[in-house]
């Protein structure tokens, strides 16, 4: 069974950085893509920043520039630093790992999300 766990969320000031994780437990032969999604009250869930298996990455426009997305391949884990927060960087963060190859399965995966508020 793969777990997705992330942490680091919280409250922040307007200008304030914050860093998320997840990790991803269980038997995990590869990941192709990881990804940090976030959804707004009252919003769509929005493709954030993600991450390859070879290390290309993509930005949603609003937060390129403040935000990157690293990762360890050899911890299954995936970073999010996310520097000059604004108000409308208010959200659930949820960590995503697409591609997943464990015994007998090939699927994707979702944390649980982690609040991150962002106060003017």
């Known amino acids: 069974q793969v777990q997705l766990v992330e942490s680091g969320g919280g409250l922040v000031q307007a200008g304030g950085s914050l860093r998320l994780s997840c990790a991803a437990s269980?038997?995990?032969?590869?990941?192709?893509?990881m990804a940090w999604y976030r959804q707004a009250p009252g919003k769509e869930r929005e493709l954030v920043a993600g991450?390859?298996?070879?290390?290309?990455?993509n930005y949603a426009d609003s937060v390129k520039g403040r935000f990157t997305i690293s990762r360890d391949k050899s911890k299954n884990t995936v970073y999010l630093q996310m520097n000059s927060l604004k108000s409308e960087d208010t959200a659930v963060y949820y960590c995503?790992?697409?591609?997943?190859?464990?015994?007998?399965?090939?699927?994707?995966?979702w944390g649980r999300g982690t609040l991150v508020t962002v106060s003017s």
């Open positions: 995503n790992a697409d591609g997943v190859v464990t015994t007998g399965s090939f699927r994707d995966y």
């Open positions: 269980g038997i995990i032969y590869s990941i192709n893509v």
């Open positions: 991450i390859s298996n070879g290390g290309s990455t």
